[in-house]
């Protein structure tokens, strides 16, 4: 399927789901999901936590509390803080993951950032490329507006470079 790449704060975006990139506890820290939980207050962060911990490229949904969102997919792309690194299969996997769930759930716009990267400590633009893979390859049922996020100029250039994809 067709994507964009976008810069921005993924708390201030608008679709139907907006994806974390969580750890197995789904306990939200900081990155991606700082912002997050920030945007939409603190009961996203025990909403998700009640459902963890989860395996590794699971993915659990919350409400979006007050984000512009109708929910939020916590995929699991990295293990719990100190229990090691992302890997190129549990980006993908979370990446799939988030992806069907979304189907699942009748959404039709979708904003995922580079999951496993950051703190994660996966390269971003080998993540970027695992991510991107995986949404091309993704036949949606009700997904049609699928945006890969990068907070600064610097990641969305990595970002389209690892994608191949211009502006």
Known sequence: MEYDVVQGDIAG???????????????????VAGALRRGAGNEINEAAMEQGPVDLGAVAVTDAYDLEAEYVIHAAAMPHYDDGE?????????????????????????VIPALGCGVAGFDLADGAAIIGEEIAAYEPDSLEDVRFIAYSDEEVETVRKATGETV
């Open 13 to 31: 975006q608008s679709a139907d789901a907006l994806v974390n990139a969580a750890g197995t506890s789904l306990r939200m820290g900081s990155g």
């Open 86 to 110: 992302a890997t190129a299969s549990s980006i993908r996997e979370a990446t799939h993951n988030a992806l069907e769930n979304a189907d699942e759930l009748d959404c039709q716009s979708l």
